[in-house]
């Protein structure tokens, strides 16, 4: 997932800033930083479960 999310943010830059483009591009961005935060949200969980059992 973090390689979804970190091409996402690739493309949404190349197309933005790049080639200046508008409007649904916007989507990618929102989806791609949301993928971003789910997957920190359960990599700090996982971790802080690990650490607890030991």
Do not use: C, D, E, P
């Not at 190349?14 to 949200?41: E, M, N, P, R, Y």
């Amino acid at each position: 997932m973090w390689v979804v999310s970190g091409a996402l943010l690739l493309v949404w830059f190349i197309l933005k800033f790049i080639l200046h483009k508008g409007g649904f591009i916007h989507i990618l961005l929102l989806t791609a930083i949301s993928i971003f935060g789910v997957q920190l949200i359960a990599y700090r969980k996982t971790r802080y479960q690990n650490s607890s059992r030991r």
